[in-house]
């Protein structure tokens, strides 16, 4: 079966039709490739053939490259991978630089054929880099599609010409949005942008159109051309220079120079703004091949891409189990969380009754939904329609009898197990039998509060984060009595509000809280140790950590990092590990200091909530000693507190697949994208060397850092996690 289909039109315009069988977006394989170069090679043959138009069958025009395909390269290349994977790239840009000539004599610049790119919709990854290889692209007037390079956020850059042709249309400044933040524009802004030319009705009519009357001159880009000069300056203009010495101090603050594709991109820019056009397409291709190579890039593309989309898909969905789609929820408790809940599900177009025990309370709850569509119709991302499509689905109040009808109901009220039984029990005296019920928390244990349930099989864990509408991960949390039917009940209900769902077994923290407090934890002991605070901040953001634990107890507050270790030490007993943590957490707490909410906590704000700097306090209290330990020392602690809880996760069975202990990981708590999640980065550490590292930090440190049996036995034996762990479940 055929990727591209070509029909040659009485008019004499040549349609190549991408249409990849049995997908719901085309994505590029080197046999498609193949196919797409054969059937532009029969057009430019044929003399009845006037030009070509390139589009799609589908809504869309393309999704990217498939990164299976990439992976695969690399992996059966024997020997030779870096050869493999260049000689591939190449291919690609064999492909797209035969569109953009297109015949064309290589001395005068004359007699190519036309081609243009008309794009129904999305066009992402190689589906833009296709589109800039052709001589002018029409989209739709689609406010729904989007067009951009997004291959940055997988760990890798655009590679098939996407950066050079960038760079030389915009210039380093102008293409720097799309390149190093994978920034994706509806056609109206890319057109705005100088990415695109034309945004129209029907793009394959005006592409035709275009193709008929095109000139030799409309077929020949600016850098095939004699005299190009690149927009803003080439690296050694003087206006260039600046570009790019900003450039490299932007890349680095942003990556501190843990993430290698954006630095990779930046020198395939760099270099091949000093050479010719087809020279500065192999430094690419040599770049994105040094990106493959890099155990982190692979890591992240497997995490973030191909792990996260099988996840989303249904990989651990219960088999067997009919669709659970959600169509009315019941969401009980209208602060934050429930408010924040409520939101994302009417925008997914879910009928919600929002409950709260005062009136005035449930309609705040509403009213944060009005307000976040407020603001993204004030940046051009709804309407006013959409607004009160969205606020009519959500129906606030006190009345539980409004729960009648739900088929699913998510409990959001406070952290204390008997205002959680009471609110269950009044909910299920008014739901259907089989309303599944849902409790949102973060650290109580889900089986015990099943016990407030009439039916402990139809009760389930959803543990959305903070705040529910920008964070992408909910944790699904299963009791000991829970159901097939409500964990796919959670799971498509997770999938309906956009969101990527990974599925836990019932223990103490699940797995995410079980991995950020030890990470706050050991950044707080080293303060109390006369560690400087800045340190360990820094190191913690130099390993790729987004925020330093000191920060990240301030933004999620002191008093609840006060609360969960009093009820720790309560069930822990003479067991509880963390009395020098409390010293310092409780000294903060009884200073008032609660953190960013209090405009207080190891940081210092000013009157508007911004940080200024650590709190000089802390030094007062905690001098800092005068044999500081290496910045290598302070990052082993940080992220070995974290890595170690996530592989006694998997060993106690708390985790039940390897791919949602990486993807919870990165999208939960921000766990050094860079190396793919805790176990992707063990892997690349080496089960041997990580015990080795905890062997020492153990002696050090004490046994919280004690390797766990399944690690060292791992070691013993050679094993990595991906290799004994290797995912078998298949997407439903």
């Not at 260039?240 to 930046?266: C, D, E, N, S």
């Not at 706050?520 to 820094?538: C, D, H, Q, S, Y």
């Not at 906590?601 to 802390?618: E, H, I, S, V």
Request: hydrophobic fraction near 45%.
């Amino acid at each position: 079966m055929s990727d591209f289909h070509y029909e040659k039109g009485a008019d004499g315009v040549a349609i190549i039709t991408w249409d990849v069988p049995d997908k719901s977006m085309n994505v590029m394989s080197f046999e498609g490739l193949e196919q797409l170069d054969a059937h532009v090679a029969a057009a430019l043959e044929d003399d009845a053939v006037k030009g070509i138009v390139i589009t799609s069958a589908k809504k869309d025009f393309a999704g990217g490259m498939d990164l299976n395909v990439l992976a695969s390269l690399k992996d059966s290349a024997g020997d030779e991978p870096a050869k493999a994977v260049f000689d591939g790239i190449m291919r690609m840009h064999g492909v797209l630089r035969r569109i953009e000539r297109a015949g064309m004599d290589p001395k005068t610049l004359k007699g190519a054929k036309p081609i243009a790119a008309a794009l129904p919709g999305t066009a992402a990854g190689i589906g833009l880099e296709l589109a800039l290889a052709t001589h002018r692209i029409f989209v739709a007037d689609n406010p729904k599609a989007k067009l951009g390079l997004p291959e940055i956020l997988v760990g890798l850059f655009p590679g098939a010409g996407g950066t050079t042709r960038l760079v030389r249309k915009l210039g380093a400044m102008g293409a720097a949005p799309l390149l190093l933040e994978g920034k994706m524009n509806d056609p109206k802004k890319a057109k705005a942008a100088g990415v695109i030319d034309e945004v129209v009705d029907d793009p394959l009519a005006a592409a035709k159109a275009w193709v008929l009357n095109a000139k030799d001159s409309d077929c020949v880009k600016p850098w095939d051309m004699k005299g190009y000069k690149m927009p803003g300056g080439a690296p050694y203009h003087p206006a260039g220079f600046m570009t790019f010495v900003g450039a490299a101090a932007m890349v680095h603050g942003r990556t501190q120079g843990v993430y290698p594709a954006a630095k990779a991109l930046l020198s395939a820019v760099y270099e091949g703004a000093l050479v010719p056009f087809d020279t500065a397409l192999k430094i690419e291709a040599r770049w994105f091949t040094h990106v493959m190579m890099n155990p982190s890039s692979a890591a992240m593309i497997r995490s973030l891409f191909l792990n996260k989309e099988a996840l989303e898909k249904g990989a651990v969905r219960p088999q067997g189990v009919p669709d659970q789609k959600v169509h009315k929820v019941g969401i009980l408790g209208a602060g934050m969380m429930g408010a924040g809940i409520a939101y994302v599900s009417a925008r997914a177009g879910i009928e919600v009754v929002l409950i709260d025990a005062a009136q005035d309370a449930a309609d705040r709850g509403k009213a944060y939904s009005e307000g976040l569509m407020d603001k993204a119709i004030g940046r051009g991302r709804a309407t006013k329609e959409q607004k009160e499509d969205l606020l009519a689905r959500i129906t606030p109040t006190t009345d539980y009898a409004a729960l009648k009808g739900c088929d699913l109901i998510v409990e959001a009220v406070f952290e204390d197990p008997k205002v959680k039984a009471e609110v269950t029990a009044k909910a299920q005296a008014v739901a259907g039998k089989d309303c599944i019920f849902a409790t949102n928390t973060s650290t109580l244990p889900i089986t015990e509060l099943a016990k407030a349930s009439v039916d402990a099989e139809g009760f389930i864990g959803i543990h959305f984060f903070s705040p529910v509408d920008k964070m992408a991960l909910v944790e699904i949390i299963k009791g000991k009595e829970t159901g097939d039917r409500a964990v796919a009940k959670a799971l498509d209900y997770v999938r309906q509000i956009r969101k990527t769902p990974i599925v836990v077994n019932d223990a103490r923290f699940f797995y995410a809280n079980r991995c950020i407090i030890p990470y706050i934890n050991e950044g707080v002991r080293m303060v109390a140790e006369g560690v400087e605070p800045a340190l360990v901040e820094n190191a913690a953001k130099l390993v790729g950590m987004p925020l330093g634990p000191l920060q990240l107890v301030d933004e999620t507050s002191i008093d609840l990092g006060v609360k969960i270790a009093k009820a720790t030490k309560a069930a822990m007993g003479a067991a509880y590990p963390d009395d020098a943590v409390d010293d310092v957490l409780f000294w903060m707490y009884d200073q008032g200091r609660l953190g960013r909410k209090s405009k207080s906590g190891f940081y210092a704000y000013d009157d508007k909530g911004k940080r200024t700097g650590l709190w000089q306090g802390l030094a007062d209290k905690y001098p800092a000693q005068d044999d500081q330990p290496d910045v290598t020392e302070v990052q082993h602690r940080l992220l070995f507190a974290q890595v170690l809880e996530a592989v006694r996760a998997l060993e106690d069975g708390v985790l039940m697949d390897i791919r949602e202990g990486d993807v919870g990981a990165i999208l939960g708590w921000g766990f050094a994208p860079w190396s793919g999640g805790p176990l992707s980065w063990l892997d690349m550490l080496g089960a041997a060397r990580a015990v080795e590292l905890c062997d020492g930090l153990t002696e050090r440190y004490g046994k919280r850092f004690a390797a766990p049996k399944l690690l060292r036995e791992m070691a013993e034996k050679g094993e990595t996690f991906y290799g004994r762990f290797a995912p078998t479940a298949k997407a439903a």
